[in-house]
């Protein structure tokens, strides 16, 4: 695979990295557009005041712990997936990623342990 292969602009998804202090190292295109303040992307800033008090504590639970925390909501209207986990380097947490996308009206579940 080409070493300069970059496909995260490219999907229907936000996919935003931060490190263990909350700082954010990576925003995707649709990352961006979401959270962008005055035309700014939020690199190099901490996420931490764009939370609540409820959610900056999950978030350092989550740093803490290593657990991954994932649920849904319902935006504008839609609903949509949020999956944040940490990311680790040398086997320690050394922050998060979230990915969120917005589910579609109408979704199929398949029980692969029945067969379908």
Not at 31 to 41: A, I, M, V
Not at 56 to 79: D, P, Q, S
């Amino acid at each position: 695979m080409d070493k300069d292969f970059i496909w995260t602009d490219d999907v229907d998804c936000a996919i935003t990295v931060c490190d263990k202090e909350g700082k954010v190292l990576f925003q995707n295109k649709v990352s961006r557009g979401l959270f962008q303040r005055d035309g700014e992307t939020m690199v190099g800033k901490s996420l931490m005041p764009c939370h609540s008090d409820h959610s900056r504590g999950l978030i350092g639970e989550m740093l803490a712990t290593g657990n991954t925390h994932c649920y849904t909501i319902t935006k504008k209207g839609r609903k949509k997936l949020v999956y944040q986990t940490p990311w680790k380097q040398n086997g320690e947490v050394a922050g998060l990623v979230e990915i969120s996308f917005y589910l579609p009206e109408t979704m199929v579940h398949y029980d692969r342990d029945k067969g379908e």
